[in-house]
């Protein structure tokens, strides 16, 4: 339990912990209760934690890809490579970066005038439905979430891909057949998860504003809710 794939799979609980402790507890509130309400400030909180958390695990996935890729290509090096302090360092920087890329969102949200509706057609105050009851222009939110947001989500994609082609080259070289899925079963659970995670968010996050619709609250549940219910199961029921 003291290798660096179960220091990762911890700090991955704890956030998914976190991720949805931030979301579930108010929308289960508000399905048992006739007055469905929020201050502003309490809104603002909500999205921040909830990027905040969504994003370390963002960037969990990809340090947990990079780790496979060490301990599958170079198991020789595995120790040295992911020693004790820079596992550390790395979960501290994806904690730090997301937030203050979070921060930034959030900021931006709070420049925009809101004179309309206060009805937030969702289970909680996600990003893209609070931006469609804005009176003023989103155009500065849009441009930021599809340049530096873009950049930032798919840094850690970018790793994930990239470990696995490297992966992929290493175990088509083993010569026995028993090898090859002994490796590949190695990263069966990350690859499911990965899954799970990735396509729900591209879903909702990478398409313009306009399009948003009941859809995506269906696919924002598999990533705020599914994703960290099965987590545990899918890495329990591997190891």
């Known amino acids: 339990f003291h290798t660096p794939m179960y220091f990762f799979l911890s700090t991955l609980s704890l956030a998914d912990i976190c991720y949805t402790?931030?979301?579930v507890p108010k929308m289960l509130a508000n399905f048992l209760s006739e007055t469905k309400t929020i201050s502003y400030a309490?809104?603002?909180?909500?999205m921040y934690f909830y990027l905040v958390f969504g994003n370390v695990?963002?960037?969990?996935?990809?340090?947990?890809?990079i780790d496979?890729?060490?301990?599958?290509c170079n198991p020789f090096h595995y120790v040295t490579v992911m020693n004790p302090r820079r596992c550390t360092l790395l979960v501290t920087f994806s904690i730090a970066s997301s937030s203050l890329h979070s921060l930034l969102y959030v900021l931006l949200v709070n420049q925009l005038t809101f004179c309309a509706s206060n009805v937030i057609?969702?289970?909680f105050c996600e990003v893209n439905p609070v931006l469609k009851l804005a009176c003023s222009s989103t155009s500065v939110y849009e441009v930021v979430a599809m340049t530096e947001g873009l950049a930032f989500v798919m840094a850690p994609f970018a790793c994930i891909i990239i470990s696995y082609l490297r992966i992929f080259i290493a175990v088509l070289k083993i010569p026995s057949a028993a090898g090859k899925c002994k490796a590949f079963s190695t990263c069966s659970s990350h690859l499911t998860v990965v899954t799970l995670f990735y396509g729900s968010i591209s879903y909702v996050y990478f398409r313009p504003l306009s399009s948003y619709s009941v859809k995506d609250r269906i696919a924002t549940i598999i990533y705020t809710v599914l994703t960290s219910m099965l987590n545990p199961m899918i890495y329990s029921f591997r190891n």
């Open 42 to 46: 309490e809104c603002l909180a909500q």
């Open 21 to 23: 402790t931030v979301i």
């Open 68 to 72: 496979r890729y060490v301990a599958i």
């Open 121 to 123: 057609h969702h289970f």
């Open 57 to 65: 695990d963002n960037y969990l996935l990809g340090i947990m890809a």
